[in-house]
């Protein structure tokens, strides 16, 4: 376990140790993909330009990993023993990555253009799917006694993912999303791969049955408050900070949980929100801050950030149930707080 001294880590540390942990054993994993994938996801995570020519943009905070490897220490573990869980989570997340800005059409993420913008639709989906096989060939390729488990938790969290994306692409055509389907599409999209994360932790740090079944519980509702966050930065967040354009989500009218929340409000706000959205015509330069500013008034900000609240409370009580031990607990409770305090 790794103890440092004079207290537990800020989550900023947390991070930087689990990205130092993690980034070879993730780069090895990627040099071994056929060259036409390998140059793709070698761009995607920032480590060459266009042109095959090392760089180092970064590639986020690698926050999935993080709570893999710091799990496993939480029930006892070594994080080092769940380092295979780490590269296959950080594959797999991003293997989603590469599918949502081909099929949300987003242009930029982390401030330079996305994969398929430089190398095509085709070919980035091609190297999303080389990088979900990858995750479940280093799972495999594990001799920790958790493998077979690991598989199965990785295998159920890219379904529920995979039905998660196909409920929000259908909401793109739809005029009567409710809130709880909303809600239901997110625990999906973003929950459950986040819940995989500090359940395969706690099942390679050799956690109890019990201890794997509130840590997931802990990152499943943790994963829905980022989904959320994610959601109040779509609209309001800085681009300096979220490397998208002002109200990208907006533009693109995406049904997110603020935006659906405030479509079902029944206030005069959201029925005028509600003609913005369903017309057939696109959004003219001045109409995606009207429609952020109707989403607040009709209290979809509001919504948004009490249910982040919420939801922060009961993945810290999650936790708690999962008795984890110190110092690792107070480092998750740090992780987590910084998931739903991002700037919104």
């Given at each position: 376990m790794t103890v440092t001294q004079g207290g537990p880590r800020t989550a900023r540390k947390v991070l930087s140790w689990s990205r130092?942990?993690?980034d070879?054993?993730?780069?090895?994993?990627?040099?071994?993909?056929p060259t036409s994938m390998r140059r793709i996801a070698d761009y995607h995570f920032g480590w060459r330009d266009e042109a095959d020519r090392p760089i180092n943009v970064g590639g986020g905070k690698a926050l999935r990993p993080a709570l893999v490897l710091l799990t496993a220490e939480a029930v006892g573990g070594m994080a080092a023993s769940a380092l295979p869980a780490a590269v296959a989570i950080e594959l797999t997340h991003n293997f989603s990555l590469l599918h949502d800005d081909v099929m949300d059409g987003?242009?930029?993420r982390r401030h330079r253009p996305t994969a398929w913008t430089v190398f095509g639709e085709n070919?980035?989906?091609?190297?999303g799917d080389a990088l979900v096989a990858a995750?479940?060939?280093?799972?495999?390729?594990?001799?920790?006694?958790?493998?077979?488990?690991?598989?199965?938790?990785l295998s159920s969290a890219v379904i529920e993912l995979v039905e998660g994306q196909s409920a929000d692409m259908s909401f793109e055509t739809r005029t009567d999303v409710a809130l709880p389907e909303c809600l239901s599409m997110a625990g999906h999209k973003t929950g459950t791969l986040m819940g995989a994360s500090t359940a395969l932790g706690a099942a390679y740090g050799g956690g109890t049955d019990e201890q794997i079944e509130h840590m997931c519980a802990f990152g499943e509702r943790l994963g829905l408050a980022f989904q959320v966050v994610d959601d109040l930065l779509g609209i309001w967040g800085d681009p300096a900070v979220t490397g998208k354009p002002v109200h990208s989500d907006l533009r693109n009218r995406k049904k997110s949980l603020p935006v659906v929340a405030a479509l079902t409000s029944g206030t005069p706000a959201g029925a005028e929100l509600a003609d913005l959205y369903h017309r057939d015509e696109p959004f003219g330069e001045a109409e995606p801050a009207r429609a952020a500013e109707l989403i607040e008034v009709a209290g979809g900000r509001d919504w948004a950030v009490q249910r982040t609240a919420s939801l922060l409370e009961e993945a810290l009580s999650e936790l708690a149930a999962a008795t984890p031990s110190a110092p690792a607990d107070t480092e998750l409770t740090s992780l987590a707080r910084l998931v739903a305090h991002r700037d919104h």
């Open positions: 130092g942990m993690l070879p054993a993730l780069r090895a994993t990627v040099n071994d993909l987003d242009t930029t070919a980035a989906i091609l190297a995750a479940f060939e280093v799972l495999a390729a594990s001799p920790h006694p958790a493998t077979v488990r690991a598989v199965r938790i």
